[in-house]
């Protein structure tokens, strides 16, 4: 499985951006993640959509309200649509790929495929 991300770039606080996450291969998967890494902190989970379980969706408190997961009829793009941006928001965001089942969402070990990364800055 590969992973494209794209999107992302600067915006001021209180806008808004979508990340896209292209995924190519012909193999089955479960699950897409988004997390991201701030400057100096641990990478951090951000939301899942879960494919294999109607498509439902989870994200971490911080972002719950401001965030949406979506993804396309033919599963291979998954969007990241943010909204009500804070400078805190600021990070490089990954999206992931797992297909496993039944399994962790929220850990970054849970994920064997990773897109490169694209960086969303937000300024006061």
């Known amino acids: 499985v590969q992973l494209q991300a794209s999107g992302g770039g600067e915006v001021q606080t209180g806008g808004s951006s979508r990340l896209s996450c292209a995924t190519s291969?012909?193999?089955?998967?479960?699950?897409i993640g988004w997390f991201r890494q701030a400057p100096g902190k641990e990478r951090e989970f951000v939301g899942a959509?879960?494919?294999?379980?109607?498509?439902?969706?989870s994200y971490v408190d911080s972002v719950k309200g401001r965030f949406t997961i979506s993804g396309n009829n033919a599963r291979n793009v998954t969007y990241l649509q943010m909204i009500s941006l804070r400078p805190e928001d600021t990070a490089v965001y990954y999206c992931?790929?797992?297909?496993?089942?039944?399994?962790?969402?929220?850990?970054?070990?849970?994920?064997?495929?990773w897109g490169q990364g694209t960086l969303v800055t937000v300024s006061s």
């Open positions: 291969g012909r193999t089955y998967v479960s699950t």
């Open positions: 959509l879960a494919w294999w379980s109607g498509a439902t969706t």
């Open positions: 992931a790929a797992s297909r496993n089942i039944g399994v962790d969402y929220t850990a970054a070990r849970t994920y064997a495929y």
